[in-house]
């Protein structure tokens, strides 16, 4: 077998990285531009930093607003469902349980299920069974709902690889349950329950349809935010790149660390790297 | 011996979770589609009506079209990603300089909302501001025009779908091809086979619990696409890309015919487990060739 060149490759991912990049530099370049730098000819350059966009878009107190909400429903989405699926990992990897399989395959299909079928039934009982339309609160339990399958997918492969003879010992040297999870279990599970709290937090902040179906004004998100901002103020383009990179901040900022759990996670853990 | 009492309080909260927010809307849905019921019409309350709701879903053209459109939409968009994602893949099996950076760069666009890859492909394509309609007409002659013309806007919103999706599959199916063992095709190539042949008869039988994987996933996170698409297009021009997702949401949802919307929420549901059924009867079902 003759050796290959590495240029052809090198030179394919070159490009691919640009068309990768282009849609967020160009969100960037117009986030970084004045109204009258948008007209004429689009050059694809940085003409300098104008940081204007982003100053009307974090004065503007509706728009703090939405992001502090999104804010409180992502980290709150993710505290919940991290813990919640540790229990449930934990029960599920170390207890002989009735049906335990249909069980699991039960909790992993709520993921699938397309959300636009279940807005309609949802707006039904959150308006008129349970008081939790526009709450925040509505939206972090909603949210486990697609969360806690994909964690529980995450955190059953590291509960299960985490010995059980580890938690044995502990228990004959005469550890409760309790302290078993807190000094045996969560100090090795540490790094996969980061990777869950960092990714279950990214698809509570990027959550858009519940967010705009169940909230009207008090438990509005930043994705809702972005969404109204074109129908309502129409071609404020700058201000609307710069909310988008606000948007998309949190997904620059956390790709290193989760890239290589990503795709575990969003394959239900089939497909291992 | 550990209790499973203990165990099972253990899973309560998740199971309490998901019953009260997953389990019932689905059994409340399927409730309501048997009955006729608007707030805001002359009688306010539920009237039983039988399966006359999803009679009248047979005949609703609006519905009809928005289905047969997210059934184009998601053959087209599967499709491309899975044959970019192998090639890139494959890309990606070589050695080259700076690989582990161009792999996270490509995983980037999974991690971005759905809505801001919405807004920034708007911005891309809006005429007078952004850099595709420009080089297009000015290097092609290409009228572009997504707000005039359907099919530009179709093919935007694949092309959108495509940059936002393929990472997905390029990454499983590398997973894919570095999991396989080298012999069975260096063989092969001693024995002189073709790349083709070596592509039909061995990468693709050993590949294919991972490809059946990432067409599932792909296909059902396309049947269901409304974020991006709703910031791209609204559904328009007229109902080009109004998806079924966007269609219950912007049109049906808002028209408070909830017997109606419930009927077509669980139609939905219907459809799209039986099309994965059939894919996977097709697919996996079939003995597999060559092998």
């Not at chain 1, 995450?154 to 550890?175: F, R, T």
């Not at chain 2, 009955?35 to 009809?64: E, K, Q, S």
């Not at chain 2, 086979?193 to 792909?218: G, Y």
Request: charge should be neutral; proline fraction near 5%.
């Amino acid at each position: 077998m003759k050796k290959k060149s590495s240029l052809l490759p090198l030179l394919i991912w070159c490009g691919m990285t640009i068309i990768t990049l282009l849609p967020i530099w160009w969100l960037f370049v117009v986030s970084m531009r004045t109204r009258v730098q948008l007209f004429g000819r689009p050059s694809m350059l940085l003409n300098g930093f104008y940081w204007g966009n982003y100053i009307e878009v974090l004065e503007n107190e509706e728009f703090r607003f939405y992001m502090w909400n999104s804010i409180i429903v992502a980290t709150s989405n993710c505290l919940l469902v991290t813990i919640l699926a540790l229990l449930a990992t934990f029960a599920l990897s170390r207890y002989k349980l009735a049906a335990e399989d249909s069980l699991f395959f039960w909790l992993i299909t709520n993921r699938m299920a397309p959300a636009a079928v279940f807005l309609l039934p949802l707006f039904l009982i959150y308006t008129q069974w349970f008081n939790l339309f526009d709450t925040r609160i509505g939206l972090i339990l909603l949210y486990g709902v697609f969360n806690l399958p994909f964690a529980i997918w995450l955190m059953k492969g590291i509960m299960d690889g985490i010995p059980k003879e580890l938690d044995e010992a502990a228990m004959i040297d005469g550890a409760s349950t309790f302290q078993v999870l807190t000094k045996v279990i969560i100090p090795l599970a540490k790094p996969g329950l980061a990777v869950t709290a960092i990714l279950t937090w990214m698809f509570a902040w990027n959550e858009y349809l519940f967010a705009a179906t169940l909230t009207s004004v008090e438990a509005r998100t930043i994705t809702t935010g972005l969404a109204e901002f074109v129908s309502v103020t129409g071609t404020n383009w700058g201000e609307l790149a710069a909310l988008s990179m606000l948007t998309l901040a949190p997904a620059l900022v956390f790709l290193g660390f989760v890239q290589r759990h990503i795709v575990a996670g969003l394959t239900f853990g089939a497909v291992k790297e | 011996m550990r209790s499973p009492v203990t165990g099972w309080l253990f899973l309560a909260p998740t199971i309490t979770v998901l019953a009260i927010f997953g389990f019932l809307p689905f059994l409340y849905v399927a409730f309501v589609g048997f009955f006729d019921w608007n707030p805001f019409a002359a009688n306010p309350g539920l009237v039983f009506a039988g399966v006359n709701n999803y009679r009248r879903l047979v005949f609703d053209d609006l519905f009809l079209r928005s289905i047969g459109l997210t059934l184009q939409f998601t053959f087209w968009v599967v499709l491309s990603e899975l044959v970019i994602g192998y090639l890139l893949a494959q890309l990606f099996m070589r050695d080259f300089p700076l690989k582990g950076l161009f792999r996270t760069i490509h995983t980037l666009p999974l991690l971005v909302a759905p809505i801001a890859v919405g807004a920034s492909w708007k911005l891309l394509t809006t005429p007078g501001l952004g850099p595709i309609p420009y080089y297009l007409e000015r290097w092609f002659g290409i009228d572009y025009r997504m707000g005039a013309f359907e099919n530009q806007a179709f093919i935007t919103t694949v092309v959108m779908d495509i940059w936002h999706w393929t990472p997905l599959v390029t990454l499983t199916l590398l997973a894919g091809l570095s999991a396989m063992p080298k012999e069975p095709i260096e063989s092969a190539q001693v024995d002189g086979a073709n790349r083709w042949q070596i592509f039909w008869h061995i990468t693709l039988p050993m590949l294919k619990p991972v490809l059946l994987t990432t067409i599932f996933i792909r296909l059902m996170d396309a049947l269901r696409t409304v974020d991006e698409v709703w910031m791209l297009t609204g559904g328009g021009p007229g109902t080009a890309t109004r998806y079924i997702g966007l269609h219950i949401w912007r049109v049906v949802f808002p028209q408070t015919d909830y017997g109606y919307g419930a009927a077509m929420s669980l139609l939905t549901l219907y459809l799209t487990i039986m099309l994965c059924w059939f894919l996977y009867v097709a697919l996996v079902a079939r003995k597999p060739r060559g092998s």
